[in-house]
């Protein structure tokens, strides 16, 4: 967990010394373009495989990106 933490406050910090208004246009809100439904899978990163910023694309990720007519979460997305 200290790990997870100490690389967290490493990012902010490099963040906002590359761009220190990051967090502010962040705060904006979003409006993304595109809809990325992708496997849970932890080895996968979205927005490393699309090329995209926070904001781009909204993600829902699931077991074997599915899409199911049951599935409420899914569904929730989707509307």
Same mark, same amino acid.
């Given at each position: 967990?200290?790990?997870?933490?100490?690389?967290? /406050?490493?990012?902010? /910090?490099?963040?906002?010394?590359?761009?220190?208004?990051?967090?502010?246009?962040?705060?904006?809100?979003?409006?993304?373009?595109?809809?990325?439904?992708?496997?849970?899978?932890?080895?996968?990163?979205?927005?490393?495989?699309?090329?995209?910023?926070?904001?781009?694309?909204?993600?829902?990720?699931?077991?074997?990106?599915?899409?199911?007519?049951?599935?409420?979460?899914?569904?929730?997305?989707?509307?």
């Amino acid at each position: 967990m200290e790990r997870l933490l100490s690389n967290n /406050k490493k990012w902010v /910090k490099e963040t906002l010394d590359s761009n220190p208004e990051y967090f502010n246009d962040q705060a904006k809100g979003q409006s993304p373009r595109y809809l990325w439904i992708g496997c849970a899978d932890s080895r996968v990163p979205a927005d490393r495989i699309t090329g995209t910023n926070p904001g781009e694309m909204f993600v829902h990720r699931n077991i074997a990106n599915l899409v199911v007519h049951t599935d409420i979460k899914m569904l929730s997305v989707l509307q």
